[in-house]
């Protein structure tokens, strides 16, 4: 088995487990219709995590590229993909009994998804220099803009409360991602 057949194992299993995580969540609210009522701004974020999952992995078939591994860089990747477990861990906990529903569940832990978050637009910049410098470049300027802007928005959303703005918010990344994928990783 080469090095990155080895490196991508544990990469596939715990993105596979966020994915599960996310699509069980889901699930529930089939499974159970009267137990916890969906709330739209909820399921928007967890399609805007499910995006980022799906996106991480494609991105990551770039790490076919490098060419000397040190457990410091794999560490990395693992820690970086903890942080989306994380992320799906909090919009689906066990229960929300002690919560009057998925909005007020949301609500009282958005400073933690929203750093979380921030933190891994942080993580993600290492993550591509990883892929080496020329692919970092290759990205262009947006790249680290958009880097920039979405850690800002995240911490501004820390602050926040509104849902206009919490709803605008998740609708922009939305859109944006889509944008980016479209644009940057059509092809392999």
Known sequence: MDTFNHIKTL???ILGLSITHLLKGVAKFI????RDKP???HL??????????????WWEYRLTHVQHWSFTSYFFIIFFIMT?????ALLFPDDIKDYKGYEDYFFSRKKWFFAIL????????GDTLIKGQDYFNSLS???????AVHIILCLLAIQINNRIFNGTLVILFILYELSYILRLFDTV
């Open 84 to 88: 989306f477990y994380s992320l799906c």
């Open 31 to 34: 499974q159970h219709p009267h």
């Open 39 to 41: 709330y739209w701004l």
């Open 11 to 13: 990469i596939t299993i």
């Open 141 to 147: 300027i947006e790249y680290p803009i958009r880097n």
């Open 44 to 57: 928007a974020w967890v399609f805007y995590i499910f995006m980022l999952l799906v996106h991480f992995w």
């Open 118 to 125: 921030a933190f891994s637009y942080l993580l993600d910049i």
